[in-house]
C-alpha cells in the first residue's frame, strides 16, 4: 500500500498506512436532523466509519450543529458553491469539508474556508469528478474528461489551499468512466503524497454500480491505491456500506461481519440454498465479528466446505446437517429448522468466544 500523509478524519485515521475506511453519503433531506441521524445510525451499524451529509443552503447550515453532535461516526459536509456554507459547516463541528476551490467563490473565499477548516480540525477534501471539471482544463485536453485533466484540476485546486498554509487535504478523482478514474488515481499517486478517497461516481443501480465499482476500485485496492472509498450506488447507504467490507474482504484488505458462501444452482442441488443463504445473511447481518458462513446443496462440496467455514448448512434431500467450527453440530433437521439452529450456535459460540472459554 503505497504510504501517504496522516491525516486524521474526527478519531478516523487516514493515510500514512492506516486501513482503509469505508465512507457513504446519506441521501435524505439534511435539513431534517431526525431523518438524517437514523441513517446515518442504520449507515454506522453496517460498518461506515465516516458519512458525508449535503450542506446545500443555510437551513441545512443551521442543523449541521446538532447532527454532528448526535451522530456516532465523523462527518463530511458536502459544499459547492457558497464559501459561507463550508465556514458554518466547520463551526459547527463537522470533521470535514468536501468543497471545489474552483466553484467556491476564488482565492479570498478558498483561504477564508482553509482558515476555518484549520481553526476548527477539519480536513478538507478536494473533490474533483467528470461534471466539475474547468473549462480551460478541458479545452487543453481536447474538450474530453481525461485523467490528465482530472489530476490537472485537483492539482490546481490543492495549490489554491496549499498556498494558504492549510495541509490537512485529501483529494479524490472520480468519473462515471471505471477506467479513467482508475488511470487518474495512478497518476495523482505518482505526483503527490496526499491521501485518495476513491469511487466510481455515478456508477449505477445495486448491480450496474457493485460491478463497475468492484472492477474500478478493486483495480486500485490490489496496488495498494485509496486511503478512504465509497461503493456509489443508487440504494440505500447501507447497501453501499457492506459493498465496500464485501469488496476489501475479497482483496485481504479487512473484514467485518457475515460472510456467505454459498453454491451456484446446478443439477445435484438437493435443496432450497438460495432462500436459506438469504435467511441467514438477514438473521445475522447484525453480528460484527468476522464470519465466513457456508449453505452448501449438495454431497459433492457440502461437507468440504463446511467443515473449512466457521459455520455451515449442508443439504440433503428434505434435510440438512449444522457445523460450527468445522464440528457437525446438528444432523437430518428438517429444513424449516436450519436457519434457528444455525443461529442459536452461531451466538453461543460467538458469546462464548468473547468470555474466552471457548464452545
Known amino acids: 500500500m503505497k504510504k501517504t500523509r496522516p491525516l486524521s478524519l474526527g478519531p478516523v485515521p487516514i493515510g500514512g498506512g492506516a486501513p482503509v475506511a469505508v465512507q457513504t453519503m446519506t441521501d435524505t433531506d439534511t435539513r431534517d436532523p431526525a431523518a438524517t441521524l437514523a441513517q446515518i445510525g442504520r449507515a454506522a451499524r453496517a460498518g461506515a466509519e465516516i458519512v458525508r451529509v449535503a450542506v446545500p443552503d443555510e437551513r441545512a447550515a443551521a442543523v449541521l450543529r446538532e447532527i454532528v453532535q448526535d451522530s456516532s461516526v465523523p462527518l463530511v459536509a458536502d459544499i459547492h458553491f457558497d464559501w459561507r456554507l463550508a465556514v458554518r459547516a466547520a463551526e459547527a463541528g463537522a470533521a ?11 482565492p479570498e473565499k478558498t483561504r477564508a474556508v482553509a482558515e ?6 477539519a480536513v478538507i477534501r478536494v473533490g474533483v469528478n467528470s461534471g466539475s471539471l474547468e473549462k480551460e482544463v478541458l479545452a487543453r485536453h481536447g474538450g474530453s474528461v481525461t485523467a490528465e485533466g482530472l489530476v490537472e484540476s485537483a492539482l490546481n485546486q490543492v495549490r489554491l489551499l496549499e498556498d494558504t498554509g492549510f495541509r490537512d487535504l485529501k483529494v479524490s478523482l472520480k468519473g462515471s468512466d471505471v477506467l479513467t478514474t482508475v488511470a487518474a488515481v495512478r497518476l495523482w499517486s505518482q505526483v503527490s503524497d496526499l ?7 455515478e456508477a449505477g ?21 485509496g486511503d478512504t472509498l465509497r461503493v456509489s450506488l443508487t440504494a440505500p447507504p447501507e447497501e453501499e456500506v457492506r459493498a465496500a467490507w464485501a469488496l476489501l474482504r475479497a482483496l485481504g484488505l ?12 446446478c443439477g445435484r442441488v438437493e435443496g ?14 447484525d453480528i460484527t465479528a468476522p464470519l465466513k458462513v457456508a449453505v452448501m446443496g449438495c454431497v459433492v462440496n457440502g461437507p468440504g466446505e463446511a467443515r473449512d467455514a466457521d459455520a455451515a448448512l449442508a443439504l440433503g434431500r428434505g434435510h440438512g446437517q449444522v457445523y460450527v467450527g468445522g464440528r457437525r453440530v446438528a444432523a437430518r433437521a428438517p429444513y424449516e429448522k436450519l ?16 468470555l474466552g472459554h471457548g464452545d
Not at 470535514?96 to 476564488?106: D, F, S, V
Not at 432450497?272 to 447481518?285: C, H, S, T
Open 116 to 121: 476555518a477548516a484549520g481553526r476548527h480540525g
Open 254 to 265: 479487512r473484514s467485518r461481519g457475515v460472510e456467505i458462501i454459498s453454491c451456484p444452482t
Open 96 to 106: 470535514g469539508l468536501r468543497i471545489n476551490p474552483g466553484n467556491i467563490g476564488g
Open 339 to 354: 436457519i434457528d439452529l444455525l443461529e442459536t450456535k452461531v451466538r453461543n459460540k460467538l458469546e462464548a468466544e468473547k
Open 205 to 225: 443501480d445495486a448491480l450496474e454500480g457493485a460491478v463497475k465499482s468492484a472492477v474500478g476500485l478493486g483495480l486500485l485496492l490490489a496496488e495498494g491505491l
Open 195 to 201: 491521501p485518495q478517497h476513491i469511487g466510481v461516481t
Open 272 to 285: 432450497p440454498v438460495a432462500r436459506l443463504a438469504q435467511e441467514a445473511r438477514r438473521r445475522l447481518a
